[in-house]
């Protein structure tokens, strides 16, 4: 009893129930085997020129082919070396040909006009400075230098002795200009202090000559006042005496 099969309904005929469940069951795993999935999950795919970069490979034979060459010559000059006592190919033995030889010949000759132009005008266009001037301009500067400075120029070069008795020269020159200096400024106060008097003399005498004017005036006023009082005076005493 315990091996009979138990379906999981309720059934009158568990031999058929199990027959119908194992047949569902293997129609359930032929259709899980034969199911496609949603979602594709294969690699993507693959290209062979991005695997094998048959130009990449070229260029590098053909590099390695360059080195080879370059090595079979230098083993080759190098065992001729050996063999023999060497050669010196100082020279070229060979002329060099240029397809634009004319044309950077013209160029060339073009410059070179030009430069000789240019030359030409430099040399004959007349200078706008004249560095003679300068020069006669310097020299007189450092003469008017020479005569307001109070060492000579170039002092410091000169031997010791001669500097110190051109210096002592020099302080009594300065001492000297100085004193002139001072007499000059002396004379100058003392000529303006007499311009001063002689022009505050010149207006009091002004003043005493019209003080002078005007008394003169009164006293001639005075003196024809005295003589015309005399004379009336003297008329009445006349016609006295005629009477």
Do not use: C, F
């Amino acid at each position: 009893m315990h091996r009979s099969y138990r379906p999981m309904n309720p059934a009158q005929s568990r031999i058929l129930q199990k027959k119908w469940d194992q047949a569902y069951y293997e129609e359930h795993r032929r259709r899980v085997a034969s199911v496609r999935p949603q979602i594709d999950t294969r690699p993507p795919q693959t290209y062979m020129h991005l695997h094998l970069k048959l130009k990449k490979l070229q260029i590098e034979e053909e590099r390695l082919a360059v080195i080879e060459r370059d090595n079979r010559i230098l083993l080759e000059k190098m065992s001729s070396i050996m063999r023999t006592t060497g050669k010196d190919y100082s020279q070229n033995s060979y002329d060099r040909k240029s397809l634009n030889r004319q044309q950077r010949l013209r160029e060339l000759l073009r410059i070179a006009k030009e430069n000789q132009d240019i030359l030409k005008r430099i040399t004959t266009s007349k200078p706008k400075y004249d560095h003679q001037q300068w020069e006669r301009d310097w020299q007189h500067n450092l003469e008017i230098m020479d005569q307001i400075s109070a060492y000579p120029h170039d002092w410091w070069k000169q031997n010791p002795e001669k500097s110190g008795s051109e210096s002592s020269e020099a302080r009594g020159r300065e001492k000297t200009s100085s004193s002139q200096r001072e007499k000059s400024n002396l004379s100058q106060r003392e000529k303006s202090n007499l311009s001063q008097r002689e022009k505050s003399n010149v207006s009091s005498g002004s003043r005493s000559e019209r003080d002078g004017t005007k008394k003169t005036k009164g006293n001639n006023k005075t003196a024809d006042e005295k003589t015309e009082g005399e004379n009336t005076e003297s008329k009445p005493s006349e016609e006295s005496q005629e009477k």
